[in-house]
């Protein structure tokens, strides 16, 4: 049975155990003052590994910066990260026109 939380005219706060189905309490059983009901917030646990990362990280990243890349990198790393990266090929296609084919 739930426990519903009810607060008195008084502005004080008591715990009552009552079924779903019975009706809600509108006196208070020890000082007959009225009372209501208090809505109290459902208490929400996420577990499992994909939780951030699929639902929560992309929804809740405000705007990025003028001037990131995916990672959060500066324009000029990325233009820089890109430099090294056509360097590498051009040296390896360099390497292949040179080399003499072993059907010679």
Do not use: H, W
Not at 51 to 70: C, H, I, L, R, T
């Amino acid at each position: 049975m739930p426990v519903y939380t009810y607060r008195r005219e008084d502005g004080t706060t008591f715990d009552f155990r009552q079924r779903f189905l019975d009706s809600p309490l509108e006196i208070c059983p020890t000082t007959g003052q009225v009372v209501k009901r208090v809505i109290q917030p459902a208490g929400i646990i996420f577990k499992g590994s994909g939780f951030y990362v699929n639902d929560n990280n992309k929804a809740n990243n405000p705007a990025k910066p003028a001037g990131s890349g995916e990672n959060g990198k500066s324009a000029a790393t990325d233009q820089k990260a890109e430099a090294k990266s056509e360097t590498k090929t051009k040296s390896k296609s360099e390497k292949a026109e040179t080399a003499p084919s072993p059907n010679q």
